[in-house]
């Protein structure tokens, strides 16, 4: 990010004092206006709820309203930076739930570290909300809070940076795919990074039929066995390296068809790019920098690049996920987000991009087009019908 965008920020920031606001959907203008709204009339409307608990989707704002949830440990490229820190991006996001979705969203910022305390709170708040989004949690403790919300509640619960990474990650391969002439059954892929977001895409890369899939952390390749893995690493390392090969990224890189970088900055070299096959596809989406520069991805020999950039053509950004999914889920009245609506998803936004339109700089649409998220929210809402993945079902 240059300088001048970030001062530019800081001052609109400023200025803006807040991304979001509330606003009322109803004319409180006379005294029967707010008879309706408010005293005396609205008790007609609580003692409905009273008797029969899924009427506040009907009758309140319940059933469009996702809440962005953090407890500020993993914000952007940023980490640790508590939940007040964080409030910005959660405001955004916010801001393209509306946008994008037409979804009405605000921050939920926790002051809390806890796994418990955090899954507690969230659900002493659920009855508020018809969906749940997680944002910005570390890991190990987000798969935990997600597994556990997703049992224990009956409104959809999705961890952004998880799955909603996962997504538009595989939206773009399976294009990226497309134009090298590739199956995604055949072709050797290295995740890089074994937090929330490598290991939700290394899982779902071999749900949708990727066999031969290694990840890495900062010591190197995961596998079953290995000292100094987390619980949520130690798990994963059962599903891949089946040999052990105990190497580094570059050992793994080594006649790779795909790199996809989840980590930290400027740890892909070009000598490692060049050693990756022919029409090799290189994603490293690691913000604000980079695991290599585009620039000398090109040079070393990548054939597809996409990075987390704007700055750059492929850019690989869960917006364009996010609103559509919800929107879809909310519509279906689902109770969850399983595998097949997440499938649909980025089968959907892949299906935005024509072969007439397909290219090296164009393998994903572009976050402001309002057809990917019409097209993500039908996908899933279809997808979760046909899974049984509705409320009563």
Same mark, same amino acid.
Not at 60 to 76: E, Q
Not at 152 to 166: R, S
Not at 276 to 303: C, Q, T, W
């Given at each position: 990010?240059?300088?001048?965008?970030?001062?530019?920020?800081?001052?609109?920031?400023?200025?803006?004092?807040?991304?979001?606001?509330?606003?009322?959907?109803?004319?409180?203008?006379?005294?029967?206006?707010?008879?309706?709204?408010?005293?005396?009339?609205?008790?007609?409307?609580?003692?409905?709820?009273?008797?029969?608990?899924?009427?506040?989707?009907?009758?309140?704002?319940?059933?469009?309203?996702?809440?962005?949830?953090?407890?500020?440990?993993?914000?952007?490229?940023?980490?640790?930076?508590?939940?007040?820190?964080?409030?910005?991006?959660?405001?955004?996001?916010?801001?393209?739930?509306?946008?994008?979705?037409?979804?009405?969203?605000?921050?939920?910022?926790?002051?809390?570290?806890?796994?418990?305390?955090?899954?507690?709170?969230?659900?002493?708040?659920?009855?508020?909300?018809?969906?749940?989004?997680?944002?910005?949690?570390?890991?190990?403790?987000?798969?935990?809070?997600?597994?556990?919300?997703?049992?224990?509640?009956?409104?959809?619960?999705?961890?952004?940076?998880?799955?909603?990474?996962?997504?538009?990650?595989?939206?773009?391969?399976?294009?990226?795919?497309?134009?090298?002439?590739?199956?995604?059954? #055949?072709? /050797?892929?290295?995740? !890089?990074? &074994?937090? *929330?977001?490598?290991?939700?895409?290394?899982?779902?890369? @071999?749900?949708? =039929?990727?066999?031969?899939?290694?990840?890495?952390?900062?010591?190197?390749?995961?596998? #079953?066995? /290995?000292?100094?893995? !987390?619980? &949520?690493? *130690?798990?994963?390392?059962?599903?891949?390296?089946?040999? @052990?090969?105990? =190497?580094?990224?570059?050992?793994?890189?080594?006649?790779?068809?795909?790199?996809?970088?989840?980590?930290?900055?400027?740890?892909?070299?070009?000598?490692?790019?060049?050693?990756?096959?022919?029409?090799?596809?290189?994603?490293?989406?690691?913000?604000?920098?980079?695991?290599?520069?585009?620039?000398?991805?090109?040079?070393?020999?990548?054939?597809?690049?996409?990075?987390?950039?704007?700055?750059?053509?492929?850019?690989?950004?869960?917006?364009?996920?996010?609103?559509?999914?919800?929107?879809?889920?909310?519509?279906?009245?689902?109770?969850?987000?399983?595998?097949?609506?997440?499938?649909?998803?980025?089968?959907?936004?892949?299906?935005?991009?024509?072969?007439?339109?397909?290219?090296?700089?164009?393998?994903?649409?572009?976050?402001?087009?309002?057809?990917?998220?019409?097209?993500?929210?039908?996908?899933?809402?279809?997808?979760?019908?046909?899974?049984?993945?509705?409320?009563?079902?």
């Amino acid at each position: 990010m240059n300088d001048s965008i970030k001062k530019r920020s800081l001052e609109s920031h400023a200025k803006w004092r807040g991304k979001i606001e509330s606003k009322p959907r109803v004319s409180v203008e006379t005294k029967e206006d707010l008879s309706l709204a408010y005293t005396p009339g609205v008790a007609s409307a609580c003692m409905a709820i009273h008797e029969d608990v899924n009427k506040s989707f009907e009758l309140t704002r319940r059933w469009n309203t996702v809440p962005v949830i953090t407890d500020g440990t993993a914000v952007l490229g940023l980490g640790d930076i508590g939940p007040e820190a964080g409030l910005p991006v959660m405001e955004g996001k916010s801001v393209l739930f509306k946008t994008f979705g037409d979804i009405d969203s605000y921050p939920l910022c926790i002051h809390s570290k806890d796994t418990e305390e955090i899954i507690k709170t969230i659900k002493l708040f659920a009855g508020s909300w018809g969906g749940i989004n997680l944002e910005d949690i570390a890991s190990p403790r987000c798969f935990e809070i997600e597994r556990r919300l997703k049992e224990e509640l009956d409104i959809p619960v999705f961890h952004d940076d998880q799955h909603g990474t996962a997504i538009v990650t595989l939206a773009g391969l399976i294009n990226a795919l497309r134009l090298v002439d590739k199956k995604i059954d #055949e072709v /050797k892929i290295v995740v !890089n990074g &074994a937090g *929330a977001a490598g290991i939700s895409i290394f899982r779902f890369l @071999k749900t949708f =039929g990727a066999k031969n899939v290694y990840i890495c952390d900062l010591k190197g390749l995961l596998y #079953e066995g /290995k000292e100094g893995l !987390n619980p &949520a690493q *130690a798990e994963v390392a059962k599903e891949t390296n089946p040999e @052990k090969m105990d =190497g580094t990224l570059a050992d793994a890189l080594k006649g790779a068809d795909v790199f996809i970088g989840v980590s930290g900055p400027h740890c892909v070299t070009k000598e490692m790019v060049a050693s990756m096959a022919p029409k090799s596809i290189v994603f490293p989406l690691a913000n604000p920098i980079p695991e290599i520069e585009p620039e000398d991805a090109k040079e070393a020999g990548a054939y597809i690049i996409g990075t987390g950039s704007s700055e750059y053509p492929n850019q690989i950004n869960n917006v364009l996920v996010f609103p559509g999914l919800f929107r879809g889920a909310i519509d279906a009245n689902a109770r969850t987000v399983n595998d097949e609506m997440m499938i649909a998803a980025a089968e959907g936004i892949a299906s935005c991009v024509k072969d007439e339109e397909l290219s090296k700089d164009y393998i994903l649409p572009f976050a402001y087009d309002r057809r990917v998220h019409a097209c993500v929210a039908k996908a899933v809402k279809d997808a979760a019908i046909a899974s049984h993945a509705l409320k009563g079902e």
